[in-house]
């Protein structure tokens, strides 16, 4: 469902690609770990995969959609239908609150607005549903979304890239602020709700200890192009 070949991306005034990739295909359902250090490409990679950004080589495919076909606008209108992400930051809206946040991502796609009335009554129901489903305590979800911890923060932001079903959750590294038992439960939180809708889960870190919560790990160091057609 997601494919990548030849890919290789530079920031202006790199001389050395970031992203440098000969080939990964992600299967549709798959749950995939990408770990790497801090610094090898991972978040370059994700705004590729995103369509964020643009490879100078190479072609990005999300559902046999080839990124490079699409303008800027539609690559925008095919993110917000297609992919969920959850930013580092999380990059939650601070004068909404959790429900207001969530609903948000709706406000782009119709097709996921669609699907989160077909599936929950309405789109706040579908909201609702997914902080609940998240373990966000509804004494929350009218509260100003900047009161929130960061682990409460990120169960919002987890919940807008699920609502409407997506076909692709992007996650980069959402869990670093969390202990190892917060972290392993909000993962298991995340793919409960993702294998609903046979939802692929991409996901970055540079922490191995999540990697066996996956069903497959890639390290970004390895999956640097070699110059042999694949
Ligand atoms: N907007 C940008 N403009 C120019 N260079 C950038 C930009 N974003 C990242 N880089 C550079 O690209 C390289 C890879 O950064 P990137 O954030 O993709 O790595 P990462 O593996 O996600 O790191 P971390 O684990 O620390 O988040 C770094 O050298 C970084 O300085």
Known sequence: ???????????????????????????????????????????????????INVPTQGEVSLLGQPFSTLSAKKRDRFRAD??????????????LNPIENVILATAFSKKRAMHAIEQDGS????????LTALELPQQYWHQSVMSLSIGQQQRVAAARALIGAPEIIIADEPTSALDNDNRERFISLLFQEAKKHHTSI?????????????TRSVDITSLANTGVAQ
């Open 82 to 95: 297609h992919i969920g992400y959850i930013f580092q930051n999380f990059n939650l809206i601070s004068y």
């Open 202 to 214: 991409v996901f970055v870190s540079h922490d191995l200890t999540l990697a066996p919560l996956f």
């Open 1 to 51: 469902m997601l494919s990548l070949t030849h890919l290789q991306f530079h920031w202006p005034k790199q001389n050395k690609p970031v992203v440098d990739i000969s080939q990964l295909e992600i299967a549709q359902g798959e749950q995939i770990f990408i770990f790497g250090p801090s610094g090898s490409g991972k978040s370059s990679l994700l705004s590729l995969l995103a369509g």
């Open 123 to 130: 789109i706040k129901q579908s909201a609702e549903r997914l």
